[in-house]
């Protein structure tokens, strides 16, 4: 992810990741991503069962079991493994991670096996109790989806009334103590909304926003026809970081982030040498730091079923199952090829990518697109739009 607003304000140094060493076991979870022992913050599909039938749904669920998902046992020894394997996130996500029955045991067990523990949801099923619960547990954050204004909402979540329900989730969640962010998928449907978004935001009070690239996975995959084209992604881009500058000089500085497009950190970077050239190194390193992609590194993917993936995006690339092996066996011990390409990477990348100026800060981008629409893990990231003049390319050669 990328942390637009502590990048564009100054919020986060240098000097920040540095005091904590740069370790990640003492490092606060806004600088996590800076660490230099990176560990893989995992997100577990819990459930693929979901009460709702989203457009762009990754794990192409519904309301339905499914045969096969870890039971609680599993699932909690599972955790334990983790733990063991110095995870230092757990993402609860699914299908609706608040559909498994044993969603609250899952969380107080990854806390008391010392993990921060953050949930993906959908928001509606969030009553006052169960936000009580999570915060009773100690839950780090809770991210919420919404796609736009409650009749764009409810289209792409294939129920009416979903919108209304999610934010007494968020209401909820605030009521609680709970630290709370929206979370909203681009696509061609839901753009002209995303100064909307940002207006909720502020209207209620909500402290995060995280802005996720379409990927086409899942039921993602039908609407890659709704996937922006470079001009509408740049244009995001610029109200993004532009609004985020007219928040913090307003004195308001909500967190807000973008994910899934590694390209986001080039044309950071070239706003900030545009707007504030004196503080272009610093976010350079920081950038750096970051490392772009980590998929396979930084980042890591279990299913309903225990199956691992190098991210929650790249289904169809299995590496192991925790019912057969360790996640620390599967992760660090004996990594599948894949892995260790993902590891070492560059020199697999496509040649544009190679020699790009900015390959540090993005590291080829989202290797699990390139495949689903090249059928070439490296292949280009059809999502990258830098021009060949940004990237450092003579197009004339």
């Not at 045991?105 to 806390?111: G, K």
């Not at 402290?207 to 039921?219: E, S």
């Not at 020199?347 to 100026?357: E, K, S, T």
Request: glycine share 8%; with cysteine; proline share 5%.
């Amino acid at each position: 992810m990328l942390g637009v607003t502590s990048l564009l304000t100054g919020a986060i140094t240098e000097a920040d990741p540095l005091r904590f060493g740069r370790q990640s076991a003492t490092l606060p979870s806004q600088l996590l991503h800076y660490s230099q022992d990176k560990r893989p913050v995992v997100v577990w599909n819990t459930t693929r069962r979901c009460n709702l039938h989203c457009a762009h749904c990754y794990t192409d669920s519904a309301d339905r079991e499914y045969p096969g998902e870890l039971s609680t046992a599993e699932g909690l020894a599972m955790i334990e493994g983790l733990a063991e394997a110095h995870v230092p996130v757990l993402l609860l996500s699914g299908g609706e991670p608040l559909r498994h029955p044993a969603l609250l045991d899952f969380a107080r067990h990854a806390r008391h096996c010392g993990m921060r523990v953050v949930i993906s949801t959908n928001g509606t099923l969030i009553t006052d109790e169960t936000a009580e619960a999570l915060a009773d547990i100690g839950v780090s954050y809770v991210g919420i989806s919404v796609d736009g204004r409650p009749e764009v909402h409810d289209r792409f979540r294939g129920s009416r009334g979903a919108f209304d329900a999610s934010m007494r989730g968020i209401e909820a969640c605030r009521q609680a103590g709970l630290k709370v962010g929206l979370r909203v998928t681009l696509t061609r449907s839901n753009m002209d909304d995303l100064p909307w978004i940002f207006d909720l935001m502020e209207e209620r009070d909500v402290p995060r926003l995280c802005i996720y690239h379409l990927a086409p996975t899942g039921r993602g995959a039908r609407i890659q026809d709704f996937t922006p084209t470079h001009a509408e992604t740049r244009a995001a881009m610029d109200y993004v970081f532009g609004r985020v500058l007219a928040m913090s000089k307003a004195g308001r500085s909500p967190e807000v982030l973008t994910a899934d497009n590694h390209s986001d950190a080039a044309y950071l970077l070239m706003f900030v040498s545009a707007h504030a050239p004196e503080r272009v190194e610093e976010v350079r390193q920081l950038l750096r730091w970051n490392g772009g992609n980590g998929s396979g590194h930084a980042i890591a993917s279990i299913d309903a079923d225990g199956t691992v993936y190098a991210d929650q995006f790249w289904r169809w690339r299995p590496l192991g199952n925790v019912r057969e092996q360790s996640f620390t066996e599967i992760w660090d011990d004996a990594p599948p090829p894949l892995l260790t390409e993902l590891r070492d990477r560059h020199q697999r990348l496509p040649a544009r990518c190679q020699g790009c100026q900015y390959l540090d800060l993005c590291n080829g981008n989202f290797r699990s697109r390139a495949d689903a629409v090249t059928g070439d893990p490296w292949g280009m990231d059809p999502l990258c739009y830098l021009s060949d003049e940004e990237v450092g390319i003579d197009a004339t050669n």
